[in-house]
Structures are given as C-alpha cells and as structure tokens.
C-alpha cells in the first residue's frame, strides 16, 4: 500500500513536471519569437537612424548649394552692373573725348 502510495505520488509529481517543461517549452518559443521581433525592430530602428543621417546630409548639402547659389546670383548682378557701369564710362569717355575735339576746334 505504501509503494502504491509513493508511485501514485511520483505520478502525480511526473504529471506536473511534464506539463510544467510544456508550459517552459511554449515560453521558450514566444521569446525566440518575441527576440525575432526585437531583432526586426533593430534592424528597422537601424534604417531610419540611417536614413536621418543621409537626410541630415542632403540637408546641408542643399543648404551649400542654397548659398553658393545666392553668392553666383549676386556675382552674376555685380557683373551685370559692372558691364553697365563699363557701358557708362564708354560713353563719358567719348562724350569727353568729342568736348576735348570741341575745344581744340574752338582755341584754334
């Protein structure tokens, strides 16, 4: 009787081991599931950091090109005005060079 006693117990005990080791078991595959969603998320978290850091860069690079832009914009409207400005003296130049034939005219 007391043998029947202990095997009876020593099942119940297997009994609950095995179903304790299927509830391990399960819990085991929904962390490897759960590490391959966060392996996932990292690799994902990874490509936006990624690309941040080519955005960030088009940034600048758009704002150098803002600004070598403007500086050729106003290099362009400088040399325009120069070229108005040489136009300017061309004609005083000959304006005073007919005053000066003018003048010779009139002294001689």
Known sequence: ??????LLSISKDKARLEEE???LKDEVI??????SSVQSLKGFTQR???TERKAQL??????????EFKGMREELSTRL???ETMEIIRE????ILGLLEEG?????
């Not at 088009?58 to 600004?67: G, P, Q, T, W």
């Open 1 to 6: 009787m007391k043998r029947e006693l202990q």
């Open 21 to 23: 080791c299927d509830n």
């Open 30 to 35: 929904g962390l490897k599931e759960e590490s």
């Open 48 to 50: 936006i950091a990624d």
């Open 58 to 67: 088009a940034c600048k690079e758009r704002d150098i090109a803002k600004k």
């Open 81 to 83: 005005n120069s070229n």
């Open 92 to 95: 005083k130049e000959v304006q």
């Open 104 to 108: 010779e005219k009139l002294s001689k």
